[in-house]
């Protein structure tokens, strides 16, 4: 099969229908809901909505009310879970405007994601387009609180009917919205993580690169085991060695050394490569501080927090930005204390980091995109 990336010559915008909801959410209701929202609890009442067959490519494009997925029992994505998905945030500024951050970069993921897949690649313009066209219909749902947002999940999904192991000739896209919470309402404080040694996330030559559900579908066990340690989420080592670091169930992790430099694990196509990672990346060395991505063992940890080399680990992401590590806990070792303060740099560069997505601060890497107009 070939994918709409390789067989359109020339690029043509696609137009968006408009199809309003005739039963919103009360004004009420909706302020209720803002007003607390926790996360992916509630959503907004448009989604988008566009198809894309082998013989017509992508087609279709809508902004429709929010509702079920009508899907054959024979759907591709429900016996071969061939889907991708992202995950990004609208920030309502001062003034009232709502800006995203850096979704091109998200685009960028979301093409090569299905390009792994065996899925068609949406246009970068498309998908920024979808955004923009969600946010400006369901406008009133994005919060104007503290560290709130409007989470944004475009994703793609399989939905020929068809049980032959293939790649679909058929797909959906979709863009569906939820408010979104203060991430740490009780302030930020660094966070117990747990070492797995049974399992893995992901391989060498397999999806890690990729943001597809079967990666977390493989994390939510050994988060199970996680949770059962007194630990806020899991930290999974390569497949091949399974003693160097790779990433957390969600989350990339640097390492902050004493003489101001800041290491992560090197993108081996096991790891996603994460628009908030490299966000802190920039950031780190517009400080001056010199930014190493390379291979991290659990042994190099351990030697350096006791040592002092290491004063600081975070880890990082779209849903919470910048978490401080405390304490990484094994069956057999911990390295670092649950009781652990959250380090100097981590919260400075959250701070900066959240101030530019939030608009008050200069964004002079031009990372900020308007959604509303």
Known sequence: ????????????????????????VAEAEREAILANPGFGKHFTDHMVVIDWTVDEGWHDARVQPYGPLQLDPAASVLHYAQEIFEGLKAYRH????????????????FQRSAHRLALPELSVEDFLESLKQLVRTDINWVPDGDDTSLYLRPFMIANESFLGVRAAQRVGYYVIASPAGAYFSGGVKPVSIWLSTTYSRASRGGTGAAKCGGNYAASL???????????????????????????LGGMNIFFVHKDNKVVTPELTGSILEGVTRDSIIQLVRDRGYEVEEREVTVEEWRAGVESGEITEVFACGTAAVITPIGELKSPDFS???????????????????????????????????????
């Open 1 to 24: 099969m070939a994918l709409a990336s390789e067989t359109d010559t020339e690029y043509f915008p696609l137009a968006f229908e408009q199809r309003p909801s005739d039963s919103v």
């Open 94 to 109: 001062a003034d009232g405007s709502v800006w995203t951050f850096r979704p091109e970069k998200n685009a960028e993921r």
């Open 221 to 247: 066990l050994p988060q199970q085991e996680a949770a059962e340690n007194g630990c806020a989420q899991v930290l999974f080592l390569d497949a091949e060695s399974n003693n160097r670091i790779e990433e």
């Open 335 to 373: 390295i670092g204390s649950p009781d652990a303060l959250p380090g100097d740099l981590t919260m400075s560069i959250r701070e900066e980091l959240t101030d530019i997505q939030y608009g008050r601060r200069e964004d002079t890497h031009g990372w900020l995109y308007r959604l509303d107009v």
